[in-house]
């Protein structure tokens, strides 16, 4: 008891120091402190309620899974393009804070890719290949979604049409990129420079600083493409900067860990391998979600002291959140534009769509919305035959109660809620959905 409550007091003092103003009184210095201390806080807390972890996990069993298919299916198109050779450099560079560990698991990983030959890539294996290779990045899209409060994933089309462009793409854009670095490299300009005394350092050091380069460049566009909402290129940046400094960190201490644990190589034997590649998928997919989270956080300042912590909505609240989607859907299904989607609607009521979900889930469920192919929510039958009273059922009637048998109300009680639906009734009267968009509400002037 002792130590809960002093654990409870240490979480409150914190609290105070990261989001008080004790900090603002030293100027700049003292704000931006405060600043890095409320990201580090929000992340660490994210981290310890262990969602992160789980999800980073589970993306190592989807790896472990879709590694060979995904590589073969790259191989077999840098292949045709005659620079299949490279693809082991690259995967050699992800596994390189593993040291001769990581050399052999190259080895191993290329053996299998090479014994995938076209008779097996053909028809149902081709087929099993690419489902394989798009589901580990619909784990990953899921993940993200996670993140970023999105609550409905991209359409079986739209994943299978990008998902498959970027696995035809990815690997013609990095014989595009080695071709432009060995070209760069055999130049005579480039050959000057490089002798040069003065700029030959800094393109030495820069030359040492492209690994990292390329994996900020992949987190970013990962934090752009991936979740199914729209990522700013700033907020994605400044995620690709964090991740990628978290990885070269994380892969300069793995590789030390590695080469001190001599003693657990001999106890673990054949096996030390396989575990150590184990640890550090697991360290590279948790720092990917890090990464994601300080993009969303910085999209989104609002929610780092609130968190994963769903806001709880009113009853009152909710009994205007429906009319108010309902009207907003009509309204754009009237005067079409972009058309409405959740995250649309989500940005309009200033509202996340994880909290929008259930909501609309309801709407669906009683008929009154609906989603079209493009993801576009649309009103689920003619707005003149949804009343209102049809809306706010959604909220005030189903969904009432989770227990087995009738609740037992006191006759007093019952009879006030039965004045208060007769009045909300007298209310709403005939009206529809189509009603008020036309502002033809008694009392209700638009």
Known sequence: MYNARMI???????????WGDMLSKYGFPGRLLATVMRYLFAVLRDVMSGQLTLRAMSLVYTTLLSIVPLLAFSFSVLKGLGVHNDLKHRLSV????????????????????????????????LTFFLYTAISMVQKIEESFNYVWYVSESRSFARRFTEYSLV??????????????????????????LINNNFVGPVLDVFGKLVPYLIVI??????????????????????????????????????AAFVSDSTGKQVVYASFAIAIFALIWLYLNWLILLIGAQLAFYFQNPAYLRLGRREPRLSCSM???????????????????????????????LRIPSLTLAPT???????????????????????????????????????????????PRWTAEVNSIGAEVDAAVARTLGDASLSDLLDGELQGHPQ
């Open 8 to 18: 409870a007091n240490l979480q409150m003092r914190l609290e105070a120091l990261v």
């Open 94 to 125: 992800v596994l390189e804070p593993l040291g001769d560990k990581g050399t052999q698991i190259t080895d191993q990983v290329m053996r299998l890719v090479e014994n995938v030959n076209g008779s097996v890539l053909g028809g149902i294996g």
């Open 167 to 192: 696995l035809l793409i990815g690997p013609v854009l990095i014989v595009i990129a080695l071709g432009l670095l060995t070209t760069l490299q055999n130049d005579n300009i480039m050959q000057y």
């Open 217 to 254: 460049a992949v987190f970013t566009f990962l934090y752009m493409f991936v979740p199914n909402t729209n990522v700013q290129f700033r907020s994605a940046l400044v995620g690709g900067v964090a991740g990628g400094v978290m990885w070269a960190v994380a892969s300069s201490a793995f």
């Open 318 to 348: 909710r009994e205007r959140l429906v009319l108010n989607i309902m009207f907003l859907v009509g309204r754009e299904f009237r005067e079409p534009g972009e058309g409405m989607t959740v995250p649309r609607l989500a940005s309009a």
């Open 360 to 406: 609309l889930a309801s709407l669906q469920a009683s008929g009154l919305l609906t989603v079209s192919e493009q993801e576009q929510i649309l009103p689920g039958r003619e707005m003149n035959r949804i009343s209102l009273n049809d809306i706010l059922a959604v909220v005030r009637v189903q969904g009432e109660t989770g227990s087995h048998q009738v």
